[in-house]
Structure formats: C-alpha cells, structure tokens
C-alpha cells in the first residue's frame, strides 16, 4: 500500500499484479502450515526472479500476492504469463511434491484516481480470472466494475425475492415413452423481478450457490 502511494504521487505508468493462488489452501489443510509457508518461500523466490530488480513483490496476506511492473501492458502481460507458467511448476518440499497455480487480475495507474481505486480494479479484474475458470490473466475494463455491480444488486435482490413472492416452480410433466404416461413432473424454479423480468436460473442459481443462498432456496422449494 505504501508502495502504491509513494508511486502514484509522481503518477508513473504502473501495473498492478494481483495473484491468486489456486489450491493453496488445499495444500495447507493436506499437510499442515509448516509446509504452506515452504511453498509461500518458494513461490515468493518465483516472483522476484520473474519480477527482476526493477519489479516489487509483496504477499498481500493469506495465499494472495502482488506485483507492480514498471513497464507497459505489452511488458505486463509478459510478467503476467511468465507467472502463470512458473507457479504451476511443481514444488519440491522435503519429501514432498506439490503442484498449484494462480489467477491473475491487472490494472493500470492509468485506469484509476489513486492507489485504493487501482487495488479495487485489479481484485475486480482477479475476481474476473477466477469466474472464467482459473490459471489466467484479466484486464480490467470498466465494464467489469459494471458487471459486479449488476452482480451485487442481483444478490441483493435474491435475498430477498421468495419473501416478497418473486419465485415460483414450474411443473414439467415426464412422460413415458412407452405409452404417452405421466409419471412425474420436474420441478423448474423461475424468478420474475420486477425491475428486470424473468431472471434466467442460469444467472441466478450459479450466483445463489456462491453465496450460501442456495440454501434457503432449497429449503423453500
């Protein structure tokens, strides 16, 4: 943080790394701490050889890191890459082997007012890398900040949609093949919003199961 601000105030051309780990706590809960902190040495040593002596690298806390590249996108996405292909090597602790990976978000000091903002965009960008699957890099664009916004509204509104009587099951028959019976039906749950109409389950159930909204949802229907 100290960092960012002591680089922001001669507004110099930076981006923002933040990093990931993908599995780590996996890795943690298997083997104990004594191995997670041999593996943050290790990826930390990673980080510094790609970063180089004009780079930075700090751990942000837990399994996140950061890194600030000097250079422009071209030279960002390079060190970006780079990370990606050398944290997924496997590590070598004790007896042990070990293999994780990382997503990636990046900003530019150019899309933000001040360091706050520039840390904002690049978790947005990283929560971004995430949702697509993992073990790549996100660029933030505005559109993005949009996207969770729209994504917070939407949670919002979720909590709140079976109280107000927003959600209700659909009934589709089963039918036998064999001579046109119903034998059941299949439960199809469907959202009408007010503000946006019908809400597609395949929008709203991803989301209710991140957020533990599944739960109660499951229980109503």
């Known amino acids: 943080s100290a960092r960012l601000e002591h680089d922001f105030a001669p507004k110099r051309v930076v981006k923002l790394l933040l990093i990931d780990l993908d599995r780590f706590k996996q890795v943690n809960d298997t083997y104990g701490h004594v191995v997670g902190d041999q593996l943050l040495i290790q990826v930390a040593n990673r980080l510094r050889t790609i970063a180089g002596p004009d780079g930075f690298v700090a751990r942000l806390g837990g399994d996140e890191m950061a890194v600030l590249v000097y250079g422009d996108q071209t030279q960002a996405m390079a060190v970006a890459t780079a990370v990606i292909e050398a944290l997924a090597l496997p590590y ?8 994780i990976g990382c997503s990636i978000g990046l900003c530019c000091t150019d899309d933000a007012q001040d360091a706050i903002e520039l840390m904002q965009f690049s978790d947005i960008a990283l929560y971004e890398s995430k949702r697509q699957g993992r073990g790549r890099t996100s660029c933030y664009t505005p559109d ?9 509204q939407l949670e919002t509104d979720m909590r709140a949609a079976i109280e107000r009587g927003e959600m209700y099951l659909a009934f589709q028959p ?9 034998i059941g039906y299949e439960a199809l749950i469907r959202w009408d919003h007010p503000k946006l109409g019908a809400v597609s389950p395949a929008r709203f159930i991803p989301l209710a199961e991140e957020t533990g909204q599944i739960i109660p949802i499951g229980a109503w229907v």
Request: net charge negative.
């Open 92 to 99: 070598g602790i004790d007896d042990l082997t070990v293999s």
């Open 144 to 152: 993005m900040l949009r996207t969770v916004a729209d994504r917070v």
């Open 174 to 182: 089963v039918i036998a093949l064999v001579d046109d019976r119903i």
